[in-house]
């Protein structure tokens, strides 16, 4: 096959100057709009009044939808969104769920308005259906999502969507995911917007070509209605609203909570100092069978009250572990949204003025068509949230005011387990694990990542109930726990994951487990400022274990030992027949550290023992902590690090005058220099580390060592899962031999310059 097909690009939704959209919408379909004189003449009262109505709509609609739907990802899971939109699709206010499933929604909305407007129109009533990831909306074909114009007097007002991830909706395998693919023809349907309901009424035939394709088509029929239902309900409540205060009024406040949002952000932008900051992440076996590693790269410059996010030489689309242009922005707002906009109103449409995107096209998180996509969300898209975090963590460490806002990445990944088979009484079931959902947080400056607390890209995510899960599908469990070790060590530990054991129980036969998860290989929760990374995934199917027998006898396996049988380790990307006599194991990633772990103190570290998050071998070779010889084993572990390192060549001199120290995170100030430029200083000894702007990393003491190094839970041996050469990477203040830096990466991977001023990398 051709690596693109003609006419695509049609498809490939981009932002656009909105005068431009303005123009390629039919005449026929007439818009209300209010100007600038209007927005600023609303009274700050009515103003809070309105706004908080709006907010109130989106949370009415998550209600309706978790209500209406009988899938376990909305009821149980909430993987879904919805958001309120101006005239022209720009987001208002978004839901507090999954919110990358609504970081692409406008662009649905501006395509839809493009192409739809003349033929077949958009009128009062309708709605469209769509599940294309390029023109926008979700960020795989799973994301579904139903878009509705909201008229007010013959005007189209705005707009509301609802999306929610459905079980299947076809393609080669079940659950529409394939590891197999190499193509989007492997998947399911793309399908742009169409007129799903029309004057209100629900088009069957549209409807019957839709569910068609479905293994669970009554399930997915459910979460269709239950969005349709969201948007009648926020048509209602908008409209009710207008009743009230005049459509005027409203759009004013609309279009100013969007203005508030893009002001507040750009204040808090201005207000840290400008830099760029360099990340690369990657991605794990591009499908099945593949033992390869596929990198994506970050350079994030703030300038002023702006942010360009830049990745140029990520690594050309492969396989299936590729998100189209959607994902990436979605990538973008995972992070944005909870680290820089916590405390600002998600009205998405004004926080998205302040960014822009660069990217090549064609790319694995900038997929062109035809590719395969299914792993969108929990692949690439996520890897690309990892990498925004990380630079945006290093640029709130440089201000003390900003300093709350730092987090380590947490969990990393997603690890998916998809499970089909037939139940006991013959009906085919379609479901999954999603226990992962607790994952652990990353550490901040001032407190440790929160354990097993959730995703930071889905914020109201939550692990379905045991009996949930147990009543939905043929399962059994025989453990769901916390996982000690998990977390990056640092100053401020990494938040613990979990690990859930379950077997076949109701079965007519063998059930297949489809895998999905990078971070098998190397971390993807890479800790800051010398904290060490999450810990990876490690998922196991056991062959003819002798879980039966042991619950047969009395007890309760607890341990992967006590299993017995056959252990297969998983792929990232796997699919495993599990016979009767099988057993799945689940462990997750984990949240990054924060800082030296030699810094931590060494009572929150007994603590940790004492309530088993940490280990005793843990506390010792990490953390340095043992009953009575704490500060002699903290010594021995600098002077280890002395003696193992690989100092460089003694590079250009530098040094620091006594002026002030501003900070750069926990380790490091920076400080004026004697040869008038600006110095990075070690904030624990003052020694000189390197001119800011050239790369100081490289000229540090260094060790490198096997991954196991990193902690001595969750590390099995990279060779397990890929060809190349995977190493634990420290780098060390020259003077007190403090970690700066801690690493789990490719053995190919440069000493790049992480940080600089906004003027020394382009």
Same mark, same amino acid.
């Given at each position: 096959?051709?690596?693109?097909?003609?006419?695509?690009?049609?498809?490939?939704?981009?932002?656009?100057?909105?005068?431009?959209?303005?123009?390629?919408?039919?005449?026929?379909?007439?818009?209300?709009?209010?100007?600038?004189?209007?927005?600023?003449?609303?009274?700050?009262?009515?103003?809070?009044?309105?706004?908080?109505?709006?907010?109130?709509?989106?949370?009415?609609?998550?209600?309706?939808?978790?209500?209406?739907?009988?899938?376990?990802?909305?009821?149980?899971?909430?993987?879904?969104?919805?958001?309120?939109g101006d005239?022209?699709?720009?987001?208002?206010?978004?839901?507090?769920?999954?919110?990358g499933?609504?970081?692409?929604?406008?662009?649905?909305?501006?395509? !839809?308005?493009?192409?739809?407007?003349?033929?077949?129109?958009?009128?009062?009533?309708?709605?469209?259906?769509?599940?294309?990831?390029?023109?926008?909306?979700?960020?795989? +074909?799973?994301?579904?999502?139903?878009l509705?114009?909201?008229?007010?007097?013959?005007?189209?007002?705005?707009?509301?969507?609802?999306?929610?991830?459905?079980?299947?909706?076809?393609?080669?395998?079940?659950?529409?995911?394939?590891?197999?693919?190499?193509?989007?023809?492997?998947?399911?349907?793309?399908?742009?917007?169409?007129?799903?309901?029309?004057?209100?009424?629900?088009?069957?035939?549209?409807?019957?070509?839709?569910?068609?394709?479905?293994?669970?088509?009554?399930?997915?029929?459910?979460?269709?209605?239950?969005?349709?239902?969201?948007?009648?309900?926020?048509?209602?409540?908008?409209?009710?609203?207008?009743?009230?205060? %005049?459509?005027?009024?409203?759009?004013?406040?609309?279009?100013?909570?969007?203005?508030?949002?893009?002001?507040?952000?750009?204040?808090?932008?201005?207000?840290?100092p400008?830099?760029?900051?360099?990340?690369?992440?990657?991605?794990?076996?591009?499908?099945?069978?593949?033992?390869?590693?596929?990198?994506?790269?970050?350079?994030?410059?703030?300038?002023?009250?702006?942010?360009?996010?830049?990745?140029?030489?990520?690594?050309?689309?492969?396989?299936?572990?590729?998100?189209?242009?959607?994902?990436?922005?979605?990538?973008?707002m995972?992070?944005?949204?909870?680290?820089?906009?916590?405390?600002?109103?998600?009205?998405?449409?004004?926080?998205?003025?302040?960014?822009?995107?660069? @990217?090549?096209? %064609?790319?694995?998180?900038?997929?062109?068509?035809?590719?395969?996509?299914?792993?969108?969300?929990?692949?690439?898209?996520?890897?690309?949230?990892?990498l925004?975090?990380?630079?945006?963590?290093?640029?709130?460490?440089?201000?003390a005011? @900003?300093?709350?806002?730092?987090?380590?990445?947490?969990?990393?990944?997603?690890?998916?387990?998809?499970?089909s %088979?037939?139940?006991?009484?013959?009906?085919p079931?379609?479901?999954?694990?999603?226990?992962?959902?607790?994952?652990?947080?990353?550490?901040?400056?001032?407190?440790?990542?929160?354990?097993?607390?959730?995703?930071?890209?889905?914020?109201?995510?939550?692990?379905?109930?045991?009996?949930?899960?147990?009543?939905?599908?043929?399962?059994?469990?025989?453990?769901?726990?916390?996982?000690?070790d998990?977390g990056?060590?640092g100053?401020?530990?990494?938040?613990?994951?979990?690990?859930?054991?379950?077997?076949?129980?109701?079965?007519?036969? @063998?059930m297949?487990?489809?895998?999905?998860?990078?971070?098998?290989?190397?971390?993807?929760?890479?800790?800051?400022?010398?904290?060490?990374?999450?810990?990876? +995934?490690?998922?196991?199917?056991?062959?003819?274990?002798?879980?039966?027998?042991?619950?047969?006898?009395?007890?309760?396996?607890?341990?992967?030992?006590?299993?017995?049988?056959?252990?297969?380790?998983?792929?990232?990307?796997?699919?495993?027949?599990?016979?009767?006599?099988?057993?799945?194991?689940?462990?997750?990633a984990?949240?990054?550290?924060?800082?030296?772990?030699?810094l931590?103190?060494?009572?929150?570290?007994?603590?940790?023992?004492?309530?088993?998050?940490?280990?005793?071998?843990?506390?010792?070779?990490l953390?340095?902590?043992?009953?009575?010889?704490?500060?002699?084993?903290r010594?021995?572990?600098?002077?280890?690090?002395?003696?193992?390192a690989?100092?460089?060549?003694?590079?250009?001199?530098?040094?620091? !005058?006594?002026?002030?120290?501003?900070?750069?995170?926990?380790?490091?100030?920076?400080?004026?220099?004697?040869?008038?430029?600006?110095?990075?200083?070690?904030?624990?000894?003052?020694?000189?580390?390197?001119?800011?702007?050239?790369?100081?990393?490289?000229?540090?003491?260094?060790? !490198?060592?096997?991954?196991?190094e990193?902690?001595p839970?969750?590390?099995?041996?990279?060779?397990?899962?890929?060809?190349?050469?995977?190493e634990?990477?420290?780098?060390?203040?020259?003077?007190?031999?403090?970690?700066?830096?801690? +690493?789990?990466?490719?053995?190919?991977?440069?000493?790049?310059?992480?940080?600089?001023?906004?003027?020394?990398?382009?």
């Amino acid at each position: 096959m051709e690596d693109t097909v003609p006419f695509s690009d049609r498809f490939a939704s981009r932002p656009a100057p909105l005068d431009e959209l303005r123009r390629a919408i039919s005449p026929d379909l007439r818009l209300h709009a209010v100007d600038q004189a209007a927005v600023e003449a609303v009274d700050p009262l009515t103003y809070e009044v309105v706004r908080h109505r709006i907010w109130s709509i989106t949370d009415e609609m998550g209600d309706t939808l978790k209500r209406m739907s009988g899938s376990t990802s909305v009821t149980e899971v909430n993987d879904f969104d919805f958001t309120i939109g101006d005239e022209l699709g720009q987001e208002v206010q978004v839901g507090l769920f999954n919110t990358g499933l609504v970081a692409a929604m406008d662009l649905a909305i501006y395509w !839809t308005l493009r192409h739809r407007s003349a033929n077949p129109g958009i009128a009062e009533g309708d709605m469209f259906l769509c599940n294309d990831p390029w023109v926008g909306g979700g960020l795989h +074909q799973n994301d579904v999502a139903v878009l509705a114009p909201i008229f007010h007097d013959g005007l189209l007002f705005g707009w509301s969507t609802a999306i929610c991830h459905v079980a299947d909706l076809g393609g080669v395998a079940p659950g529409s995911f394939s590891p197999t693919a190499t193509d989007v023809f492997a998947e399911a349907v793309p399908t742009p917007p169409i007129k799903i309901v029309r004057g209100g009424v629900i088009q069957d035939d549209v409807v019957d070509a839709y569910l068609r394709r479905s293994r669970v088509p009554e399930m997915v029929g459910l979460d269709l209605r239950a969005k349709i239902g969201a948007n009648r309900l926020a048509t209602e409540r908008m409209l009710g609203l207008i009743g009230r205060y %005049g459509a005027d009024l409203v759009k004013a406040v609309m279009k100013r909570m969007m203005d508030d949002a893009e002001r507040r952000l750009r204040a808090k932008l201005t207000a840290l100092p400008d830099g760029t900051w360099h990340a690369v992440g990657t991605q794990e076996q591009a499908l099945l069978g593949d033992r390869g590693l596929y990198t994506i790269e970050l350079r994030m410059t703030k300038v002023g009250d702006h942010l360009t996010f830049d990745f140029t030489g990520t690594d050309p689309q492969h396989g299936m572990i590729n998100c189209p242009y959607a994902g990436m922005r979605a990538g973008v707002m995972f992070a944005v949204l909870p680290i820089l906009a916590g405390d600002i109103p998600w009205a998405a449409g004004g926080l998205m003025r302040c960014f822009d995107l660069i @990217s090549e096209e %064609g790319t694995i998180n900038n997929a062109a068509f035809p590719a395969a996509v299914s792993k969108a969300p929990v692949g690439p898209a996520w890897a690309t949230a990892n990498l925004v975090a990380e630079c945006l963590g290093k640029m709130l460490d440089t201000t003390a005011e @900003s300093r709350s806002r730092v987090q380590s990445v947490c969990a990393g990944t997603y690890d998916g387990c998809l499970l089909s %088979g037939v139940d006991a009484e013959g009906r085919p079931f379609l479901g999954g694990l999603a226990d992962t959902m607790a994952s652990g947080f990353g550490a901040q400056p001032h407190a440790d990542g929160v354990d097993t607390a959730g995703l930071f890209v889905i914020p109201m995510g939550r692990a379905p109930d045991v009996e949930m899960t147990e009543l939905t599908q043929p399962l059994l469990y025989l453990w769901r726990r916390e996982e000690p070790d998990t977390g990056g060590a640092g100053r401020q530990r990494g938040g613990l994951s979990g690990s859930v054991c379950v077997i076949p129980h109701g079965t007519r036969g @063998s059930m297949t487990a489809m895998f999905t998860g990078s971070g098998k290989a190397a971390s993807m929760s890479p800790g800051l400022a010398g904290g060490y990374p999450g810990g990876t +995934q490690t998922d196991l199917v056991v062959h003819a274990s002798g879980a039966r027998a042991a619950l047969a006898a009395g007890w309760i396996p607890a341990t992967v030992g006590e299993l017995g049988g056959e252990h297969r380790l998983v792929q990232a990307h796997d699919e495993v027949r599990v016979e009767p006599d099988g057993v799945i194991v689940l462990r997750w990633a984990a949240g990054g550290g924060y800082g030296d772990p030699l810094l931590r103190d060494p009572a929150a570290v007994a603590r940790d023992v004492a309530e088993g998050k940490v280990s005793d071998e843990a506390a010792r070779t990490l953390y340095g902590v043992a009953p009575g010889i704490t500060d002699s084993l903290r010594h021995l572990i600098r002077e280890r690090r002395r003696e193992h390192a690989t100092v460089p060549p003694e590079p250009t001199p530098v040094r620091a !005058t006594g002026g002030e120290r501003l900070p750069l995170d926990d380790n490091l100030r920076l400080a004026p220099g004697e040869d008038g430029g600006s110095v990075v200083v070690c904030a624990h000894c003052d020694h000189a580390l390197g001119r800011w702007g050239e790369n100081y990393l490289a000229g540090l003491p260094r060790r !490198t060592g096997a991954t196991a190094e990193a902690g001595p839970a969750s590390w099995p041996s990279p060779h397990d899962y890929v060809d190349e050469p995977i190493e634990f990477r420290q780098f060390y203040c020259p003077g007190c031999y403090t970690a700066l830096l801690t +690493q789990v990466v490719p053995a190919r991977r440069p000493i790049i310059l992480d940080r600089a001023p906004a003027t020394e990398i382009a």
